[in-house]
């Protein structure tokens, strides 16, 4: 985080409002031990639920593609995270390793993702496959996969579902949060907060187009359904 090194050492009250990871700049949950303050997108936290969703939406699949990024500041994480929640899933996972960039170094390896490797694909929550998040929807699309995206606005670009923190929620709390701080708080004093609200997306374009239907049950519970 780079206003988190910018501002290490000073007073400079710093309110973060999606941290996949805050324990990397911070000294724990209940008090950050310096002068930021802010709250977890529980990127980490949701990584078995993601995949409890696709077994709910598709029982039959056994073998996910997880795509990921070495790259990415999260990554031995989250990795290390979604092989424990695949194996208590019973989930077979081939790793497909995308050093994420621009389209002309994704592109070569998009063919990667195919039938013959796994029944779904798995995206991590990492800044960089946000720029190439229609490349890998449409591969998908064309091999009729499944996608599991890592927040709301993938699934507004073709993945199949997709489970976060609500964005509108976390400005809203950031602002109160902004607001203690302005009344006088301390932000080592401001526990480090898990998102108000989650939102879960579901892209029924993408599942006419990969001839999946999403039980009624899911449907119901989703807080948005793309038509």
Known sequence: ???AKASAGTN????????????RFVKSYSSSGNNLTGISSSSLDLAEKR???LKEIAPAIK??????NPMGENYEAYLRLTREAAKRLAFEVTEIE???????EVKPRLPLITRKVGEA???????PFVAVTEDIAQQAIKERLPTVGPNV????RGYLVGYSSDYYSLGQQGAMLVDKILKGARPTDLPIEQPF????VINLKTAKAIGLKIPKEILLRADEVIQ
């Open 98 to 104: 995308i050093r994420a960039g621009s389209g002309e």
């Open 12 to 23: 400079i009250p710093v309110v973060f409002l999606s941290a996949g990871n805050p324990l």
């Open 63 to 68: 073998r996910v593609i997880f795509v990921n």
């Open 51 to 53: 995949l409890e969703l």
């Open 153 to 156: 606005e993938t699934v507004r």
């Open 197 to 200: 609200k989650l939102s879960l």
């Open 1 to 3: 985080m780079p206003v």
């Open 121 to 127: 694909v798995l995206i991590p929550p990492d800044v």
